[in-house]
């Protein structure tokens, strides 16, 4: 496949290892296990069935080594009493998928009652997800011997929405199959469902 025909689930798909960063996807259902919390009554899990979305690619980069060490940033200072708080914040999955031509980006993060800092890792993981894609740009336009920010892709084209599935509460309105309304939450997109269930991607689509 040439950079000119890349989607960019079909970038991803390339750019990111097999192990263990890709999610295993078994009869077009996205299983997502938060391992911490298989304990108790807390949010556990929950599925996204990817049926009949023919262009889509899930990954995570929040693995740690048997040793408990981070897999993804390595580089980051992980002494506890020097480190940076939060700089090595991950979420739980990613989620690409293109519809009609526009490419989503489905940043998603499991949570119990402690809801904790999910914007922050949220947004550390829409960085990272810009992070390989302007990567990806600059060797296009380097390669097309143009520094042009429209050669590869545009920004603008690509929208991050992301989810926070939690335990169930008052608050939590509609099914498994009513269109999801996004609203922006300090500069993302954000929607709020509850854990253990199964949903469509399409209902979190537009």
Not at 144 to 169: A, P, S, T, V
Not at 186 to 194: E, K, T
Request: glycine share 6%; aromatic share 12%.
């Amino acid at each position: 496949m040439t950079l000119l025909e890349l989607t960019l689930p079909g970038l991803f798909r390339q750019a990111i290892a097999e192990k263990p960063f890709r999610l295993e996807v078994k009869d077009n259902i996205l299983r997502i296990v938060e391992e911490k919390n298989l304990d108790g009554d807390k949010c556990q899990w929950v599925e996204i069935s990817l049926k009949n979305q023919p262009s889509v690619f899930c990954f995570s980069i929040d693995f740690a080594d048997k040793a408990g060490y981070d897999t993804t940033f390595r580089f980051f200072n992980t002494d506890e009493k020097t480190s940076i708080s939060g700089l090595r914040s991950k979420n739980d999955a990613i989620i690409i998928c293109e519809k009609d031509g526009k490419a989503f980006v489905f940043l998603i993060e499991l949570k119990s009652k402690d809801t904790g800092k999910y914007l922050q890792q949220l947004k550390l993981s829409k960085l990272f997800v810009n992070f390989v894609i302007d990567r990806f740009n600059c060797i296009k336009s380097i390669n097309d011997n143009k520094l042009d920010k429209h050669h590869g892709f545009i920004k603008e084209d690509i929208e991050f929405r992301g989810i926070l599935f939690r335990c169930r509460n008052r608050q939590d309105k509609g099914g498994t199959s009513k269109k999801i309304l996004f609203e922006d939450e300090n500069g993302l997109l954000m929607a709020y469902r509850p854990c253990h269930e199964c949903y469509p991607l399409e209902i979190f689509l537009p």
